[in-house]
């Protein structure tokens, strides 16, 4: 049993490059997550689907786009990456939207 | 959702009591109490949730005041690897509807030998 894994650990892009990072989790949750991390602060909500079919924005949701491909998986994109978008960022899952979460290891991306 | 409070740094010595206070007093009677830990560089590790009875579970306990104002989550026995920043987060849970936790900056607690 996994968990929650994302790919890749580590990124580093030049500015207007897209990318893809990808979550998977293998706990048949319903609901999925994706945060950033900025140096010393919490963790800021970009996107979330709180079933398979259905994704919402969350606080921070400008510069990315997001595809919950099935139940399992769910993908955060980057269209043209800005230096702003230097972060780890994070992905969740939990059994439903009420229940607690379970976050992945993170992928840490510099954007130069 | 309802905004909290707590501490920025705490020490504790190794193998006493760590307790970790969260104010929250515009907290509303819906409104659940959850607690989140991240060891440093590492993704948030959920800890325990509680809506107003005291909860136990094998990694903390969390008391809540009866009026809900406030919240101490209780590590028992601190060991050197639960120095981490701990989030509390107040969250509504409404049926069928999202709730999305926010974290704020945590307290750091620092374990000591």
Sequence with gaps: ??????????????????????????????????????????LRLIYYSASEGTTDKGEVPNGYNVSRLNKREFSLRLESAAPSQTSVYFCASSRDSLYEQYFGPGTRLTVT | DAKTTQPTSMDCAEGRAANLPCNHSTISGNEYVYWYRQIHSQGPQYIIHGLKNNETNEMASLIITEDRKSSTLILPHATLRDT??????????????????????????????
Excluded at chain 1, 6 to 23: A, E
Excluded at chain 2, 87 to 111: A, D, E, H, R, W
């Design chain 1, 1 to 42: 049993n996994a968990g929650v894994t994302q790919t890749p650990k580590f990124q580093v892009l030049k500015t207007g490059q897209s990318m893809t990072l990808q979550c998977a989790q293998d706990m048949n949750h319903n609901s999925m997550y994706w945060y950033r991390q900025d140096p010393g602060m919490g």
């Design chain 2, 84 to 113: 981490a920043v701990y989030y509390c987060i107040v969250l509504m849970n409404y049926g069928g509807s999202q709730g999305n936790l926010i974290f704020g900056k945590g307290t750091k607690l620092s374990v000591k030998p």
